[in-house]
């Protein structure tokens, strides 16, 4: 009966859990804003749609840079919520055609996916030192001087 009582409870708890765990990501993704980040060097600007049309394109290396010549140099943000909502929002792709557009780049043309980086301090620091790159940050994220951000989305 013991055994029984302490099976039982954890597998309440378990459950509470996991309830809370499942929707809480999902409400914050939808609340949350972010930003697309350049080096302050490029000085690359247009309309809203045409910066987040160059952005998808040289996210998914369709072209190879900026408009105004600097070459792209994109980073992901590997399975965070930024990255999810850059996929959907931005690239038009959920987490899944994301993948599959990667396997197929590899396989048809020897293209791989946007280097990953997590972490948003390593990520600022690689955006600040080559001019051509850009990511996604979360805009609570602090952003330092040698950044700017391109535009906003939700």
Do not use: C
């Amino acid at each position: 009966m013991k055994n029984f009582r302490k099976s039982l409870t954890t597998a309440l708890l378990g459950a509470v859990v996991v309830s809370f765990g499942a929707v809480a990501p999902v409400v914050n993704a939808y609340s949350a804003e972010y930003a697309v980040i350049v080096s302050a060097e490029n000085k690359f600007s247009a309309s809203e749609a045409e910066m987040k049309n160059a952005v998808k394109r040289i996210y998914l290396k369709q072209q190879t840079k900026w408009p105004n010549g600097i070459a792209g140099v994109p980073f992901s943000r590997g399975e965070t919520s930024e990255q999810t909502a850059f996929n959907k929002s931005i690239l038009g792709m959920d987490n899944a055609a994301y993948s599959d557009y990667w396997v197929k780049m590899k396989q048809t043309e020897g293209s791989v996916a946007p280097r990953s980086v997590e972490a948003s301090s390593i990520l600022m620091r690689q955006v600040t030192r080559k001019p051509g790159a850009f990511s996604v940050v979360s805009t609570s994220d602090a952003l330092p001087g040698g950044v700017r951000v391109l535009f906003r989305f939700k």
